[in-house]
T-cell receptor, first 113, second 112 residues
Framework: KNEVEQSPQNLTAQEGEFITINCSYS?????LHWLQQHPGGGIVSLFM???GKKKHGRLIATINIQEKHSSLHITASHPRDSAVYIC???????????????FGKGTHLIIQP | DTGVSQDPRHKITKRGQNVTFRCDPI?????LYWYRQTLGQGPEFLTY????????KSRLLSDRFSAERPKGSFSTLEIQRTEQGDSAMYLC??????????FGPGTRLTVL
């Protein structure tokens, strides 16, 4: 079982729709990232959060530490939002004290005009 | 532009050949990470440096893989005797603070 689960895996929506992508993780974490990856591979960090809610433009990220769950919302979605959205967390140890991220498999979002 | 650069962006090689990738982190970032991403999957942690010290290596990093960061600035990832299963996107990220990471554009490796 993957330690970080995302849903849905694929999402196609019409321009203007409100989008929600969910992320659940199995153990306590220190922080969670939402990342965006466009075709071609480059990853951009959208949010890093450890509690509560953050907003940037049309993007909103929330996290519930007790429920081990985070959501990424996109309001007034646009075709340029089409990308893979990845949830990543810092999990307690793989051993040795490193803090590399553990990633979900990503949600492939397509916004149609 | 995140400031992390990787070279080359694409590499096609034949099975059995050695390849080396380079990552230049954001200057003064003391932490550097390597990840691997196969098609349709999220990235997976490979290894991590704090300054020049390699502090952790994933079990994914077989003995054909070696990473260095000799002066605590740029890093190289070498794969010896490449196999088709090594085909993936190799991502580098750097960090200057707790929990944040800035990603490079990745190097896409294709092993024929």
């Amino acid at each position: 079982k993957n330690e970080v689960e995302q849903s849905p895996q694929n999402l196609t929506a019409q321009e203007g729709e409100f989008i929600t992508i969910n992320c659940s993780y199995s153990v306590g974490i220190s922080a969670l990232h939402w990342l965006q990856q466009h075709p071609g591979g480059g990853i951009v960090s959208l949010f890093m959060l450890s509690s509560g809610k953050k907003k940037h433009g049309r993007l909103i990220a929330t996290i519930n530490i007790q429920e081990k769950h985070s959501s990424l919302h996109i309001t007034a979605s646009h075709p340029r939002d089409s990308a893979v959205y990845i949830c990543a967390v810092y999990l307690p140890q793989r051993g040795g004290g490193a803090d590399g991220l553990t990633f979900g498999k990503g949600t492939h979002l397509i916004i149609q005009p | 532009d995140t400031g992390v650069s990787q070279d080359p962006r694409h590499k096609i090689t034949k099975r059995g050949q050695n390849v080396t990738f380079r990552c230049d982190p954001i200057s003064e970032h003391n932490r550097l990470y390597w990840y691997r991403q196969t098609l349709g999957q999220g990235p997976e942690f490979l290894t991590y440096f704090q300054n020049e010290a390699q502090l952790e290596k994933s079990r994914l990093l077989s003995d054909r893989f070696s990473a260095e960061r000799p002066k605590g600035s740029f890093s190289t990832l070498e794969i010896q005797r490449t196999e088709q299963g090594d085909s993936a996107m190799y991502l580098c990220a750097s960090s200057g603070g707790i929990n944040e990471q800035f990603f490079g554009p990745g190097t896409r490796l294709t092993v024929l």
